[in-house]
């Protein structure tokens, strides 16, 4: 009897363990490169706002790295050599020339062994000319005969244009409109509202790509009355490429001298998008709980 209690109490001490170091995993913070360097829009003043939300949540840790400025010569792409493997999750703040063949083969190699990627707004606009990164986006801001085009109909229903049909990228003016979440099951959205109102922000339409193995998220109607498709456009998605996700929401443009007030980037939507994104491509779970002042369908809630 009392090699059998020992025997348990082993076991359980085992056990207790086991758990114990689960949960220290469990705890370890996620690690999230932002990369940035180029871009149209104001990446300077973005990157650290991003940086900021994401670390105060207390699940990442949050490092940048920042390529050299556009035009400069091709001896300073020596020194941007980032260690994705380093990391859990690439957070791409990005939109510029493109990387150099070495760095465009390691990004490739990180997501495929299971890295995380999560793109912000323009950061689904470059590299036309990198046929993986099209792949791992399925969406971009291309002309109209670059690749096909995937939207919704008023019945939800998916409706796929070929290269050449219909209008290539763009946008019209910004203004509020509101998201609609389509794939209610997904771990990012869920408890989102349905439908919620998000702040002027530039509505997306047109964009072209493979858009193949898109699991779209959310979409918004491009309004014919501001210049726009008729059409509900993809504004999340997500893509697997090999045992990675990648993740992308068009929403949050912050333009070059734009008031913060003005920033659609404030938007409770928008940041609980991007950090429950990040640890979804991180860890395949969503634990970090939304905001209680979520948008509603009438209303837009706003950080400080």
Known sequence: M?????????????LLGLMTDRSAQAADPIRVLIVDG??????????PY??????????FSVYVVTTPPKGAKPAAWNGFRPQFEDYDVVLSNY?????????????ETFVKRGGGVVNVHA?????????????????????????????????GEPVRFEAGEGPGAGHGPR???????????????????????HPADELYHG????????????????????RGTGYHEPMVWWIPF?????????????????????WPMRCKGFQALVIRGCEWVATGEVTIPLPEDMPTAEEVSLAP
């Open 50 to 59: 991003i940086k900021d939300f994401l670390e105060e949540t207390g699940r």
């Open 38 to 47: 180029q871009n149209n829009h104001d990446w300077q003043r973005t990157t």
């Open 2 to 14: 009392r090699s059998q209690l020992i025997a348990f109490a082993a076991l359980m001490a085992a």
């Open 207 to 226: 964009q072209r790509g493979p858009a193949l193995n898109m699991n779209i998220i959310a979409t918004a109607y491009s309004d014919t009355g501001k």
């Open 123 to 155: 950061a689904n606009n470059p590299f036309p000319d990198w046929p993986a990164f099209n792949e791992m986006i399925g969406l971009a801001w291309r002309r109209a005969n670059f690749g096909d085009r995937l939207v919704l109909d008023d019945e």
């Open 175 to 197: 203004y509020p409109y509101p998201v609609v979440v389509r794939d209610r099951k997904h771990p990012v959205v869920d408890g989102f509202p349905a439908e919620w109102m």
């Open 242 to 262: 090999g045992e990675g996700k990648v993740f992308t929401t068009v929403l949050g443009h912050v333009g070059r001298n734009q008031k913060q007030e003005e």
């Open 95 to 107: 939109n510029g020339e493109t990387w150099p063949e070495d760095i465009r083969t390691a990004f």
